[in-house]
């Protein structure tokens, strides 16, 4: 019973020490690691106050001796350590912390936090066990020599078709990127095979019975049970439509897809990591962003939903293209978050069937500048475009030898500004006008305004003469310059800008695959041109719908237009009466003036804490004189001090570490 007592107490005091020690710490205390400093400062408080104190006395009698002023002492020193614990784990987890702050990853159960990283740590350490064994870290240390590609390619395939799973699927996709990787790589991560076993036909009908709003032999005439094609994430199936007689496509989610996802995509990003790591190589290359680009696809891939909204928004913004490109009807009466209803594209894959251009009389450079001008006035026009314009991705209609646009699992979305600075940027090369690609610079970055525009201009230059006198521009190299000088300066694009260059740099990629010397900047010149004189052409050949957008913008304009005078008059009083005074300082921008105020406070803080410090200290050697019985209170008012100096410089280094982790 006594032990029972005594493991309450400590029990209680424990929870009391990690409440406390969440207050001081602030809200972003990671759970294990709170729990972990709370338990190592008992344990080793507790040992200590038992070794000095209480072995010398009758505390198994009487539990409540814990309580005097050494007890105190006791959980002063256990709240300390923990805090120091807690600093130490702070100071050795560099990912702890994201871009404002905030924790990367919450978990609702340390439990279930504990399970996931168990199976996630056994996962990667069987991937890299894979990729030791395949001579994955041998061949990276000798991946720039091209001699030594075909044997690095080998190793990586192997590799991630042993690993498995979602590994296979990052290859196949890696597999059209023959704009970033060699010849060697291209043609032997296309080997590569994902072995999924299709879905049976009990399977088959359980998800259709599951997923359509109606019965299977309502909705569909004709349903062929064996898959036009099968992989990791899902299948799809040929159909016939009772109500219509239409052929139509129907994509199927696998039942077990979501689990291998939750998974397998964080061991791909560390694997990603780990092979960056190895690589200067694949660190230029932007391995590990090809991972996560590669992972937050799937992750969207995965919900048909999403697909099924991107699809039909791309198909509304080019409903009156005259570009012909093709993108299948999807029926959404049928659709759902788990399987797609869509019409059937008749049709191969430009990266399968290059014969098909020969065979249909295809003119190749007017199919490429069909694909190119469609993906241009998706993107600066109506804001929204396929954001992974692969091969695969891109079909020849077999009856008319059109293209069509498959797979909305992934768009993009620029907004306005960001669409105006990618229309600067094209327009900036095509005038080799360093002034224009700076202008395009601070409408595509955030915050922009500390940029040294004289230099920013001159790192332009240097990219300008570096894609000068050629045939062709190099899109793919001109691009990752132009990454390169955006991070040498301090900023970063806005994510929506960054999908959207990269999409350039596949679509580039693509546009070679159909004709090799299609050049993409000199295309784009033709496309402005051309689009700007339709725009002209506009209010003449639609002049009932021109007048009908120029009464609603003048309706828009109105309420402001109304106001102007009143505005003006207010302006002039002000003037003359000497009330508007101009002032700029530091503080006029937002984040200055948070800087300042930060920065003031800690250093509040510190003054504090070491104030503390002093006269606890002073105090001390004070007590040392005085023998009166008031002397006690000198010491305990000087141990309180230190104690909270102490505390206060805790805090202090702990946010300090936070703020050089997040810059």
Same mark, same amino acid.
């Given at each position: ?43 080793? &408080? +507790? ?9 010398? &006395? ?12 050494? &007890? ?9 350590? +923990? ?22 990853? @919450? ?7 504990? @399970? ?44 991630? $078709? ?42 088959? /009908? ?27 994430? !899902? ?15 129907? /994509? ?6 979501? $689990? ?17 790591? /190895? ?13 996560? !680009? ?9 919900? =048909? ?15 009156? +293209? +005259? ?61 929204? =475009? ?41 327009? !900036? ?46 899109? $793919? $190299? ?37 004709? #090799?010397?299609?050049?993409? =900047? ?24 021109? /007048? ?11 309420? #402001? ?25 530091? =503080? ?8 300042? &105020? ?59 570490? @936070? ?5």
């Amino acid at each position: 019973m006594v032990y029972v007592k005594i493991i309450v107490q400590v029990l209680v005091i424990s929870l009391f020490i990690y409440y406390v020690s969440g207050r001081l710490m602030g809200s972003q205390i990671n759970f294990m690691k709170r729990i972990m400093s709370v338990l190592g400062s008992v344990a080793f &408080t +507790s040992f200590v106050y038992w070794y000095s104190y209480l072995r010398y &006395t009758a505390y198994l009698d009487d539990v409540y001796v814990l309580m005097d002023i050494r &007890t105190i002492i006791w959980i002063g020193s256990m709240l300390l350590i +923990s805090m120091l614990l807690y600093l130490f784990f702070e100071l050795f987890d560099p990912l702890a912390i994201g871009e404002k702050g905030e924790r990367l990853t @919450r978990h609702k159960s340390p439990f279930l936090y504990l @399970r996931n990283q168990w199976r996630s740590q056994k996962r990667l350490a069987q991937v890299m066990q894979i990729a030791m064994k395949n001579g994955i870290s041998r061949t990276l240390k000798y991946a720039r020599h091209r001699e030594n590609d075909h044997e690095l390619a080998i190793a990586f395939r192997d590799t991630l $078709e042993e690993s498995g799973g979602i590994f296979i699927k990052f290859g196949q996709v890696l597999s059209t990127r023959n704009d970033l990787f060699p010849k060697a790589f291209v043609e032997e991560l296309g080997t590569l095979q994902q072995n999924v076993k299709p879905l049976s036909e009990e399977q088959v /009908k359980r998800i259709l019975e599951k997923s359509l709003p109606y019965k299977m032999e309502d909705v569909f005439s004709d349903f062929n049970m064996t898959p036009i094609a099968a992989a990791s994430i !899902g299948q799809v199936h040929k159909a016939v439509l009772r109500i219509s007689n239409e052929e139509v496509a129907v /994509k199927l989610l696998r039942p077990e897809v979501k $689990e291998m996802m939750r998974d397998d995509l964080m061991i791909l990003v560390q694997f990603a990591q780990w092979v960056s790591d /190895k690589s200067k190589w694949a660190e230029s290359l932007g391995f590990r962003e090809l991972a996560t !680009g590669f992972a937050e696809n799937m992750r969207e891939e995965v919900n =048909f939903d999403i697909e099924m909204r991107n699809t039909m928004q791309v198909a509304a913004a080019l409903k009156k +293209s +005259s570009y012909q490109m093709k993108i299948p009807y999807i029926y959404t009466e049928y659709s759902n978050s788990q399987l797609i209803v869509s019409q059937f594209a008749r049709g191969q894959s430009i990266a399968s069937r290059q014969n098909l251009f020969e065979s249909l009389h295809v003119n190749r450079e007017e199919f490429a500048r069909t694909v190119l001008f469609s993906f241009f006035e998706q993107m600066l026009y109506s804001g929204i =475009f396929h954001a992974d314009p692969h091969p695969g991705n891109i079909f020849i209609d077999e009856r008319d030898g059109n293209p069509i646009l498959l797979d909305f699992g992934a768009v993009g979305r620029l907004a306005v500004p960001q669409q105006e600075g990618i229309k600067l940027f094209l327009m !900036g090369i095509q005038q080799n006008d360093a002034n224009i690609l700076y202008d395009a610079i601070t409408l595509l970055v955030e915050e922009h305004e500390h940029i040294d525009r004289l230099k920013m201009e001159q790192a332009m230059a240097q990219i300008l003469l570096r894609i000068s006198y050629v045939p062709r521009i190099p899109t $793919e $190299e001109l691009i990752h310059s132009l990454f390169a000088v955006v991070r040498d300066f301090g900023l970063s694009f806005y994510p929506s800008v960054g999908i959207a260059l990269r999409s350039l740099i596949t679509l580039d990629g693509t546009l070679h695959l159909i004709k #090799a010397d299609f050049d993409l =900047f000199t295309e784009a010149k033709d496309f402005s041109k051309q689009y700007i004189t339709s725009m002209l052409k506009r209010p003449f050949k639609e002049p009932i719908e021109t /007048k009908e957008r120029l009464e609603e913008e003048f309706a828009l304009m109105l309420p #402001a237009l109304r106001k102007i005078p009143r505005r003006v008059d207010k302006l002039i009083q002000r003037v003359e009466s000497g009330k508007i005074i101009l002032h700029h300082d530091v =503080f006029s921008d937002k984040h200055n003036a948070m800087f300042v &105020t930060q920065l003031f406070s800690r250093f509040v803080l510190l003054l504090v804490g070491i104030t503390f410090g002093f006269i606890s200290v002073a105090l001390l050697a004070i007590g040392q004189f005085i023998e009166a019985p008031y002397g006690v209170y000198l010491n305990t008012a000087a141990y309180v001090g230190l104690f909270l100096c102490a505390v206060l410089l805790v805090r202090l280094s702990i946010q300090a570490i @936070r703020l050089m982790k997040r810059g």
